[in-house]
T-cell receptor
């Protein structure tokens, strides 16, 4: 099945810094989503981005489907951005999401 | 529009018991998927239902089962609980297009502890 790798596994930054999270996947995908898991465990949708670039405030994402990777950018980080970020993909015909192991982001004041 | 809801939010059971978890999808969504999250294995797909039919199942033992009702609400059941079943169980719903899954939206989860 499709493999998803996220890097880095952990990232510690100061408030105000910018960060880039990467997601590599091993095969063609129909769907790619980025999530932020809040402290209570709920997955919050950030982007639905099987290809192209999207922006939402301080967050943006780019997926280059032909090269099988996606990037999540967080600018001017705030302490509330802390948490685990997941990338998840749906392989072609798969009817399910396969998740990466996540990147744990810690923003210090 | 209300989001995905899951009940109960927390559950404590003992080994050998069985448990039923419930999920109500976003109105209009006909696909419901279940995922298990553990520290060791991460987020893993359990099964997916569309129009009361299980279309896909992950690599879990037969103790894990589910169903979907005509109103798209779904339940999952775990029988003969084991300690390793302690996990956060997440439900997701999506509005399926003709051939692709579409964006998935997750509920708050049910945290199951097996003692």
């Amino acid at each position: 099945g499709i493999q998803v790798e996220q890097s880095p596994p952990d990232l510690i930054l100061q408030e105000g810094a910018n960060s880039t999270l990467r997601c590599n996947f091993s095969d063609s995908v129909n769907n790619l989503q980025w999530f932020h898991q809040n402290p209570w465990g709920q997955l919050i949708n950030l982007f639905y981005i099987p290809s192209g670039t999207k922006q939402n405030g301080r967050l943006s994402a780019t997926t280059v489907a032909t090269e099988r990777y996606s990037l999540l950018y967080i600018s001017s980080s705030q302490t509330t951005d802390s948490g685990v970020y997941f990338c998840a993909v749906e392989g072609q015909g798969a009817q399910k999401l396969v998740f990466g192991q996540g990147t744990r982001l810690t923003i210090n004041p | 529009k209300a989001g995905v809801t899951q009940t109960p939010r927390y559950l404590i059971k003992t080994r050998g018991q069985q448990v039923t978890l419930s999920c109500s999808p976003i109105s209009g969504h006909r696909s419901v998927s279940w995922y298990q999250q553990t520290p060791g294995q991460g987020l893993q797909f359990l099964f997916e239902y569309f129009s009361e039919t299980q279309r896909n199942k992950g690599n879990f033992p037969g103790r894990f089962s589910g169903r979907q009702f005509s109103n798209s609400r779904s339940e999952m059941n775990v029988s003969t609980l084991e300690l390793g079943d302690s996990a956060l169980y997440l439900c997701a719903s999506s509005f399926w297009g003709r051939t692709i899954m579409g964006e998935q939206f997750f509920g708050p989860g049910t945290r199951l502890t097996v003692l």
